[in-house]
């Protein structure tokens, strides 16, 4: 694709799929606007990066909808000195968009390959604020806890208290849980400056199962 032809397609998402929806934090449209979702597909699905949509990335996980990427990052709250815990770094994409908003990004991802090829995509692109650990998200990443903000983007069966443990106070996670079979909710887990924590249920979602 032409580079004038990709940015008018991005520009294109942002406006149809984000704005007219209903996102309007302007640092995340913006920091949606920047990142090159086509690079984040493999090249049969290039021509789709922009579709509004989930798309497969290898090892049974996808790159979320458009829509989704921007609800749970507004949701998320996310200011210039935060650091982000992310689990589940998938292709990246996710990740990228965090970089632009927070100070440091660090990411975890069960799959190995799929954490290999993350950091090597984000370091050519220049996404530099970030770490990827080929890890278990389930039980967060204690060395550099706590954290301002949480991103989870696979599905588990309860909000695990490892990851409530490493929310610093005032800090907010953002969560898809399974409440029963064939549905899961996206949760927002605030916890305020005395430690009290609140779970805030908002849309119905539909990630990957956190393995």
Not at 11 to 32: C, F, H, P
Not at 157 to 178: F, R, S, T, W
């Amino acid at each position: 694709m032409a580079s004038e032809k990709i940015t008018e397609k991005r520009l294109s998402m942002v406006e149809s799929q984000l704005t007219k929806r209903g996102i309007s934090d302007k640092n995340v449209l913006n920091a949606m606007k920047t990142v090159p979702r086509h690079e984040f597909v493999g090249f049969p699905y290039k021509s789709m990066a922009y579709f509004d949509g989930p798309l497969p990335i290898g090892k049974g996980q996808t790159i979320s909808q458009p829509y989704i990427i921007g609800y749970m990052t507004e949701a998320l709250k996310v200011k210039p000195h935060h650091t982000v815990l992310e689990i589940g770094t998938g292709c990246g994409y996710q990740t990228a968009v965090l970089s632009l908003l927070a100070k440091k990004i660090i990411s975890l991802e069960i799959h190995n390959s799929l954490a290999v090829s993350a950091k090597k995509r984000l370091s050519r692109l220049g996404f530099e604020n970030v770490e990827i650990h080929n890890s278990d998200g389930k039980m967060g990443w204690e060395k550099n806890a706590p954290f301002h903000r949480i991103l989870v983007t696979a599905c588990p069966q309860k909000v695990h208290e490892a990851l409530v443990n490493q929310l610093a106070d005032g800090g907010i996670m953002v969560i898809p849980v399974e409440e029963k079979k064939d549905c899961q909710i996206l949760r927002v887990v605030t916890k305020d400056k005395d430690g009290k924590v609140e779970i805030k249920s908002t849309l119905p979602v539909r990630f990957v199962p956190m393995l």
